[in-house]
């Protein structure tokens, strides 16, 4: 009966032990809006914690990642047929975490470009429109699907 008892309690205290690693993720509210930057060259993620929580989200690459690894990008010659063109993406590892507040804000830069002038010999026959689309979920974390657009004129790119 001792070990009746002893059994019944290390089940009963392990229970809400397995529950807590078996939670579904937290549905976060925010927005998300993405633009180029024509001084830094760089787009702008601005991202709007609408959440009651903080969000520690780890930047890296090689993680499940806030910004980079989870935006789709593409983009297409801003003309009547919207030719496809290729997207150079360029993102360093960051190994950091990014801490956003409830209600808080944050900005992060992304290099679209391996070098601007990539993008030059396009931007001078027409603009370029780039489709961008976000969804984030891990085991800790779901962020709804968000989209957009941007334009790129030449312009905005130094050449």
Known sequence: MKYFLIFISILLFD?????????PPVAVKYSLNLEFDK???????????????????????????FLTERISFFSFRDTENLTRIPVYFL????PNYVLINSNGHYDGKINLFKSPK???GILNKSPII???????????????????????TKSDVKC
């Open 15 to 23: 229970t809400p032990f397995a529950q807590d690693q078996e939670r």
């Open 39 to 65: 001084v830094r060259q760089k787009i702008i993620a601005h991202f709007n914690n609408k959440s009651d929580m903080d969000l520690k989200i780890q930047r890296d690459l090689n993680a499940p990642s």
């Open 91 to 94: 993102a360093q590892s960051d």
């Open 118 to 120: 990539d993008y030059c």
């Open 130 to 152: 780039i489709f961008w689309f976000y969804g984030h979920r891990d085991n800790k974390y779901r962020f709804a699907r968000s989209q957009g657009a941007f334009r790129i």
